[in-house]
């Protein structure tokens, strides 16, 4: 269907509201807001994080903008690829000039020989 996009001014409106909570709470110390989703490809990601990073005006400006755009990829699967041809080149490619901070929030194989998926037995804290 959508990638989830019809969730994405949910997503906003949190953002803005926790925003304005933390600007609120003159005691409390702001923390960055991270918006952390899975690699849907090119040109969804950009999409997805243009659009997350930007500035609302009709829904309370800046503070409906996300401060660091996290990028789940799973996309190094294999012993012989290297930085070139892993996708990972492309993903920093595209956010070269990006204007605000992006991380792989997570990151590795999750299919093969190579999956580094957890499993319910790697949990400590069952």
């Known amino acids: 269907g959508d990638a989830g996009y019809t969730s994405l001014p949910c997503v906003k409106a949190l953002v803005r509201d926790v925003h304005k ?10 923390v960055p807001l991270i918006y952390a989703g899975q690699d849907i490809g090119s040109q969804g990601r950009r999409l997805v994080s243009d659009y997350l990073s930007c500035a609302d005006e009709d829904n309370g400006g800046s503070q409906a ?3 660091v755009y996290g990028l789940n990829v799973y996309n190094w699967c294999s012993e012989t690829e290297v930085y070139q041809n892993s996708g990972y080149k492309g993903i920093m490619d595209d956010y070269s000039e990006y204007g605000i901070p992006m991380v792989l929030s997570e990151f590795g194989c999750n299919v093969g020989d190579f999956a580094t998926s957890c499993t319910s037995d790697d949990d400590p804290f069952p």
């Open 21 to 30: 909570f933390q600007a609120s709470c003159s005691a409390m110390r702001s």
């Open 65 to 67: 903008a996300i401060d």
